[in-house]
T-cell receptor, first 111, second 115 residues
Framework: QKEVEQDPGPLSVPEGAIVSLNCTYS??????FMWYRQYSRKGPELLMY????GNKEDGRFTAQVDKSSKYISLFIRDSQPSDSATYLC???????????FGTGTKLQVIP | SQTIHQWPATLVQPVGSPLSLECTVE??????LYWYRQAAGRGLQLLFY??????ISSEVPQNLSASRPQDRQFILSSKKLLLSDSSFYLC??????????????FGAGSRLTVL
């Protein structure tokens, strides 16, 4: 079993839809959770960062962490064609511990 | 502000030729530096990381090597490329996020094709 599982998609949604992206993990030591967005042929860019359980909102994006279920989510409201990218979840135990990535979910928002 | 540069952006090399990919970071001192490889549909694979000049840790044994000749410079090398080395290579540095934790910041990547 992989430490972090992420559905690779692709996920196609119409413009304006609410998108839900998810990851599950097995390592209970993970405390820091990140979402990266990666456009084609570009490096990943940090989108959201959360510590421990709870929600964090930034504009149209909401990151949610449920440590009891070992489950994290990224919600995108009012999705736009410019949101079309691959979304990678990442997590670590903190400090300078290794960051473990999901394989990424490819999202396409159709105009 | 901190920036990270990677070059070359694109590289086509014959099998058996040498490789040198460079990464530099600006606006920070003594960063932790990382080299990742990303194959299509396979996620990010950590290759090397460095906590200081001359200090290199290898995560996966292969025909690649890394060096850190200066505080903010990280180099990925190979003496003889294999077809299987074709991939997208990413350099990253690690800085402080909220609550004292560390997040990775990536460069734009170097796409290597070995023919």
């Amino acid at each position: 079993q992989k430490e972090v599982e992420q559905d690779p998609g692709p996920l196609s949604v119409p413009e304006g839809a609410i998108v839900s992206l998810n990851c599950t993990y097995s390592n209970s030591a993970f405390q820091y959770f990140m979402w990266y967005r990666q456009y084609s042929r570009k490096g990943p860019e940090l989108l959201m960062y959360t510590y421990s359980s709870g929600n964090k909102e930034d504009g149209r994006f909401t990151a949610q962490v449920d440590k009891s279920s070992k489950y994290i989510s990224l919600f995108i409201r009012d999705s736009q064609p410019s949101d079309s990218a691959t979304y990678l979840c990442a997590m670590s135990a903190g400090g300078y511990q290794k960051v473990t990535f999901g394989t990424g979910t490819k999202l396409q928002v159709i105009p | 502000s901190q920036t990270i540069h990677q070059w070359p952006a694109t590289l086509v090399q014959p099998v058996g030729s040498p490789l040198s990919l460079e990464c530099t970071v600006e606006g920070t001192s003594n960063p932790n530096l990382y080299w990742y490889r990303q194959a299509a549909g396979r996620g990010l694979q950590l290759l090397f990381y460095s906590v200081g000049i001359g200090q290199i840790s290898s995560e996966v044994p292969q025909n690649l090597s890394a060096s850190r000749p200066q505080d903010r410079q990280f180099i990925l090398s190979s003496k003889k490329l294999l077809l299987s080395d074709s991939s997208f290579y990413l350099c990253a540095w690690r800085g402080q996020g909220d609550s004292g934790a560390n997040v990775l910041t990536f460069g734009a990547g170097s796409r290597l094709t070995v023919l």
